[in-house]
């Protein structure tokens, strides 16, 4: 909006009805605006390399408007010299990104997966830009091109990164405000409770080649896909799978004890370094291919409740699984729980060997 800025506009200036924030364009001094949001700040728009370019230099009150006229003017002589007026790349996105990752990505249990998905679905549109000049609509247009790509869940947690990251450099800066705003959120979270039925399981037991050896895996260990599709053959030491703290959510190592049945389920050892090698690089396309029924935490969730209904304890089955025991009991109780385990993941095994082959259950009466 082109408004003549005056000291009694400037401090009376609110953000127009519906907007976040408003940029209020002087008419004296082309090129300055009046950023009014939470805060106010004094900004210049001009043109470099062929590009738009904007440049933030300070807080109203704090620069008066005669100051500010007066900074544009030095901007001038300095583009017109040649001289860059400000770092180009301190402000973007991924650079505030990353700078956030590094600082506090170390608190969020899944930072590898989230950089994951900011270098493959976000930095591509959105990284190189100034994080100030990213408006709300560029925002929605790549939530939309997520969700037709990979679908509302993956728009959805795109959207929650993206946020936090925003309003982390909201809460350092004085004339930022994110324009992520309520409402924008994409789908209906839901709270998946799906477990695989016994006809399902044999279903899932029927499955051919090294997808199948890689689904029963995950259904005897009640591993998750990243885990199980990750492992190395390093990181096996007799019957003992051993998961490092930096693919573990709980950041500690976990050790599980595999099953004979489990062992039986690994492919040839190879010189590649992956056991399911060939199933890390394009786990969708496998499961589109050759399993669709069910989504793949349903087999986590399948392996949770077959521990329960193998009479293992609350537990030992949680720590099968590799969930933290919360409360006084997970922090002084430092049990490796190595043996309980065991026991708990044959009995997983011996109940799984049953649903898949129920003739077992059989036994013939004499006369």
């Given amino acids: 909006m082109r408004v003549l800025l005056t000291d009694r506009f400037c401090d009376r200036a609110k953000p127009r009805q519906g907007e976040v924030q408003t940029d209020y364009f002087d008419e004296k001094a082309s090129g300055l605006a009046l950023r009014v949001g939470r805060k106010k700040s004094w900004t210049f728009h001009f ?29 001038r002589a300095d583009l017109a010299e040649g001289r860059d007026p400000a770092p180009t790349t301190a402000g973007t996105f991924q650079a505030i990104a990353d700078d956030y990752l590094r600082r506090d990505g170390s608190q ?18 959105l990284g190189q830009r100034p994080i100030a000049d990213i408006r709300r609509t560029d925002i929605i247009k790549l939530l939309d091109q997520i969700e037709d790509e990979n679908g509302p869940v993956m728009a959805r947690s795109v959207l929650a990164g993206v946020r936090r990251i925003m309003n982390w450099h909201a809460s350092r800066t004085d004339d930022y405000a994110s324009p992520i705003v309520r409402g924008m959120t994409r789908g209906k979270p ?14 899932l037991w029927a499955v051919p080649g090294d997808f199948g050896r890689y689904l029963r895996f995950l259904l005897l260990t009640g591993a998750r896909r990243t885990e199980a599709s990750h492992m190395q053959w390093a990181e096996i030491n007799g019957t003992d799978w051993t998961l490092p703290a930096a693919r573990n959510k709980t950041k500690l190592d ?10 039986a389920q690994l492919p040839s050892k190879t010189d590649e370094p992956l056991v399911f090698g060939s199933i890390a690089a394009n786990i969708r396309g496998h499961k589109r291919d050759q399993f ?16 329960s209904r193998s009479g293992i304890a609350s537990d030992i089955a949680e720590r099968c699984l590799g969930h933290a025991i919360g409360g006084v009991r997970g922090t002084y109780d430092r049990h490796s729980y190595h043996e309980e ?5 044959e009995a997983l095994a011996a109940l799984v060997e049953r649903i898949i082959d129920p003739r077992e259950n059989v036994v013939e009466i004499r006369r």
């Fill in 108 to 125: 969020l249990r899944s930072r590898d997966w989230q950089e994951s998905f900011l270098r493959r679905l976000v930095y591509p549109t």
């Fill in 47 to 75: 043109t470099r390399n062929g590009k738009r370019a904007r440049l933030t230099f300070g807080q109203y009150p704090t620069i008066s408007l005669a100051a500010a006229r007066g900074r544009v003017l030095e901007i």
């Fill in 254 to 263: 976990l050790v599980r004890p595999l099953s004979a049945l489990a062992l």
């Fill in 190 to 203: 839901t709270s998946r409770d799906r477990v695989l039925t016994d006809d399902e399981v044999r279903t």
């Fill in 341 to 345: 385990k065991r026991r708990a993941f």
């Fill in 292 to 307: 669709d029924i069910v989504h793949l935490h349903d087999i986590r969730r399948t392996a949770r409740t077959l521990l």
